[in-house]
């Protein structure tokens, strides 16, 4: 297997698209073990797809193309726009206050970090601020959407670890939050640092802001009504996204009544455009992860790393500098899918919680969406604002600092991430 893993890290430094990498490689295991039958070939790339819980996947991404053109999206980005106005680089922070609300309605990093460079991105470029700058902001800002249910990443790591979905989602929430303060502290600080001042001088009335919260209602409610009929056993993770397209549905049609039928068909082929590419993906990484378990690369790894160290924070040091530099080279799906059965043996020998671990794995590893050379956020940004990767970079410095104090008090302090969840759900036995 790992002949395999070389030949897809090969390819994909030959610039061939991830999911063909995956499935090449994949192939390539299979022609070296002649004694697996080739049926298990096909048996496991559509086995992957056909999973329950994945059902989750598609139904959010396609209820957050429907928020995306139903005017709740244009309403939270008001909100965020009267809770901020007075901090230093205001629209920036709308940016990361925005990516925290809508963390129960994209769950995907790269499409809300997409999402708020077109719709932020060229009022920031009006009033001074440098195309780098804003492009780093909304590119690091969506990373809150990893931990913020209903976080894609969260339902893939649950799904292939068998890890509870409900108490991922509770989780995530207060890591979410943490992130928010520390990059609207770094988001102030660098635009102090570049002088981009404040829209105003004093922050906004109590009553502007109970207006535009008024106004955003059905948005905010959305995250808490997912976690409350999850908890309550009233639907499953995967029951849920399809209520979040009803919901959608409704809102847009019925309350704001913005949902036209020219915007319900463009809504239905973008979702079919981002669903095609990870279905793919999700297929192809069936067969990468059956080799993964036949030539029992999990037991090999978990005994090198018991080998080298019997401390756990230590051995979380290692692991996260592992996923920091998948990060960089493979997309955030990838990893989960392929990562997660090897790592999940290894952190519960070591008395870690497969909860906490989750959060901790899945903000490392979506930070890899915005770092060179191969952060699909970072060129996406980096195309739309018109600058180059590098000046992206340099300006993303801060923002990746607040990052890693998150992801530090995560690991230091569990209690933290497992506050919320046993609070919800009770202790884990």
Known sequence: MLSAIGFFLVLLFLGMPVAFAIAVSGF???LMRPEIPWTILVQKSLSTTQSFTML????????????????????????????????????????VVLSTLMGGVSGSAVADAAMECRILGPEMTKRGYAPGWAAAVNCLSGLIVATI????????????????????????????????????????????????????????????????????????LFPVLLIVL????????????????????????????????????????????DLSVITMILAFSGIFSYGVVFDQLPKTLTTMLVGLTSNKYILLFLILIMLTVFGMFMETTVITLIVTPILIPIITQYGIDPVHFGIIMMTIVTMGCSTPPVGVALYT???????????????????????????????????????????????AV
């Open 381 to 427: 940004c980096s195309n739309i604002m018109g600058c180059s990767v590098e000046e992206t970079t340099r300006y993303s410095v801060p923002l990746f600092v607040a990052i890693l104090i998150t992801v530090a008090l995560c690991v230091f302090f569990p209690k933290m991430v497992l506050f919320l969840p046993n609070l919800v759900y009770g202790a």
């Open 149 to 220: 249910p209903p976080s894609m990443g969260l339902i893939l790591y649950g799904t292939v670890g068998e890890v509870s979905i409900g108490r991922l989602f509770v989780a995530g929430f207060l890591p979410g939050f943490i992130m928010c303060v520390l990059m609207m502290v770094a988001t102030a600080w660098s635009a102090r640092h570049h002088g981009y001042k404040p829209d105003h001088d004093k922050p906004s009335p109590p009553g502007v802001i109970l207006k535009a919260c008024i106004e955003s209602i059905w948005a905010l």
């Open 56 to 95: 989750a996947i598609p139904l959010f991404i396609f209820a957050g193309n429907l928020m995306n053109n139903t005017g709740i999206t244009s309403r939270l980005v008001k909100l965020a726009n009267v809770m901020t106005g007075h901090m230093y680089g205001s629209i920036g922070q709308v940016s």
């Open 230 to 273: 999850i908890r309550f056993g009233v639907m499953t993770p995967s029951e849920s996204g399809a209520f979040a397209v009803f919901y959608a549905l409704v809102v847009g049609a019925f309350i704001y009544k913005e949902l036209t039928l020219e915007k319900f068909k463009k809504c239905v082929v973008d979702s079919v455009k």
């Open 28 to 30: 390539a295991f299979f």
